[in-house]
Structure formats: C-alpha cells, structure tokens
C-alpha cells in the first residue's frame, strides 16, 4: 500500500523540497503550515499546523487520519533558527525557540504515536542538526535545541520498538534554503562586549547558509531511510568536514577541539 507521509513545515525550505521529492516517487504527502491559505501552487497538499498549539497539531493529525486511513511516517521538519551571544539573548526569545524545535516536535510525535501503535507500524524522523552536535558560538541554544531533541529520540526509539514503531534522527549541515531570513537574530548592540565578533560572525553565518548545499540531498537521504528496513537511530547529511567535526569531537580532547573551533569562527 501506497505510504502516507507528514511533513511540518512544509511551505519551504528543506520540508517543501523533501515533500516535492516523496510526492514524485508517488508517495500521498502532507505538508504543514501555519497558513497555508497564503501559499499557492504548491507541488503537494498543505494542511495548517502550528506547533506550538496542540489543538492545531491534533486536528491536522484527524484530518490526515480521516482522509488517509493512517500515518505510515511523520518527518519533524518544522523548527526556527536563533543566533546571538548568550548574555546579550533575551530569555523568552531562548524559550520560544525551545517551544518549537524541542517541545513542539514531541507534541507532534505524541500526537502521531496511538495512531501508530494502532497500526503496529510506522516512522517517525526528527530533523536535528550538525549543530546539534556540539556547542557553536552564537549559536548556543540552536545547538542546544537539536541536541536534547537527539536525546530524546533515543529515548524515544526504545520505549515505542516493541510496538513496531521505528524513530530516528537526520542531521543536516548548512543547506541553501531561507532559513535565515526566518532566523531571531540577537540585535548587534552597540555596548556588547560581543560587537566585532557577533557581527562577524553573523556575516560568516549567512555565507554557510547561501552557499550550503541543495536541500534534494536531504530529500533523497530520507527517501533511502523510510525503504531501509532497520534505519539507524541518528543520519548526518553535510559536507565532509561538518561530518567529520563530529567525529573529532569524539576523539580529540575538549580543549583542542574547542580550540579548532574558536579558530574556524576566527575568536
């Protein structure tokens, strides 16, 4: 039977080139949106979901769900960036991030999980982040959100295998999408001790993302993984040395790497 397949944040960006990529290999795909009434000519279906809103995120589930039969595989894309030094981030804009990237994936998880139970199968693939791997400057809580959402499908991954459910992680590195214009960007104040370098490495920041690779390379990474029978729990889709920066960090002591970073980020 044909697979049924739920991408949040759908209208753009990594999700809309995923769900364009699934739909031509004849896949029913439902992308999310906040509004997808402002969104026209789309290459596959849009529903609304918010997710930070549950009621939103249980109603867009119902409708997949009445009009589908089931959720063969739900793809955790939605998420918003943050960059700014830690001491100059205002707190709630730290938690907003938090709300959507951590909580509002394992609301939509939750919210999936009884229906995939019921079905004794299914898929579900939350889009982390090289990021996530280690604590960037100026991008702490970014890191920070990709990382605890890595934890907690491991966590996840076990408690739900006996019921036939399979959880897994996709970590891209710096892709060419708008993900930056969608970003909270931590005002460059004038007073900060952090000015010069901020601002530096802001620039710096933008140049990875507008020269990042083509998002068709995360499409054809999670097409392989919904047809790989026994996925692993974590993926990685980057350059080589984003990968490879994950497996010095294993290995070379934390001062060092530390050091390799300050110096690529020119602190």
């Given at each position: 039977?044909?697979?049924?397949?739920?991408?949040?944040?759908?209208?753009?960006?990594?999700?809309?080139?995923?769900?364009?990529?699934?739909?031509q290999k004849g896949?029913?795909?439902?992308?999310?949106s906040r509004n997808p009434n402002k969104i026209t000519n789309h290459p596959f279906k849009l529903i609304a979901l918010d997710v930070n809103d549950t009621v939103s995120i249980d109603t867009a589930i119902n409708t997949v769900i009445s009009s589908e039969g089931k959720i063969d595989v739900l793809i955790n894309n939605a998420g918003m960036g943050?960059?700014?030094?830690?001491?100059?981030t205002p707190t709630d804009e730290m938690r907003k991030v938090f709300n959507t990237n951590?909580?509002?994936?394992i609301d939509v998880m939750k919210a999936v999980l009884p229906q995939m139970r019921k079905q004794q199968s299914g898929l579900i693939i939350n889009v982390t982040s090289i990021a996530g791997y280690m604590g960037l400057p100026f991008r702490g809580v970014y890191?920070?959100?990709?990382?605890?959402?890595?934890l907690?499908?491991?966590?996840?991954?076990m408690e739900v295998k006996e019921f036939g459910i399979k959880v897994v992680t996709v970590a891209p590195g710096d892709f060419a999408t708008n993900i930056a214009s969608g970003r909270y960007h931590?005002?460059?104040?004038?007073?900060?001790?952090?000015?010069?370098?901020y601002q530096m490495n802001l620039d710096l920041m933008d140049a990875h993302v507008?020269?990042?690779?083509?998002?068709?390379?995360?499409?054809?990474?999670?097409?392989?993984?919904?047809?790989?029978?026994?996925?692993?729990?974590?993926?990685?889709?980057?350059?080589?040395?984003?990968?490879?920066?994950?497996?010095?960090?294993?290995?070379?002591?934390?001062?060092?790497?530390?050091?390799?970073?300050?110096k690529h980020y020119n602190l």
């Open positions: 039977m044909n697979k049924v397949i739920l991408i949040t944040g759908g209208s753009s960006g990594i999700g809309k080139s995923v769900g364009e990529f699934l739909s896949f029913t795909v439902y992308g999310t943050i960059t700014g030094p830690i001491e100059d951590f909580f509002g994936a890191s920070a959100t990709k990382g605890a959402l890595e907690v499908t491991e966590a996840t991954s931590t005002p460059v104040f004038e007073d900060s001790a952090y000015k010069e370098t507008s020269e990042g690779q083509n998002p068709i390379d995360m499409a054809a990474e999670i097409y392989k993984i919904i047809n790989t029978k026994k996925p692993k729990i974590h993926y990685k889709v980057g350059d080589f040395m984003q990968k490879f920066s994950i497996v010095l960090k294993r290995i070379l002591p934390d001062r060092m790497y530390e050091k390799m970073l300050m």
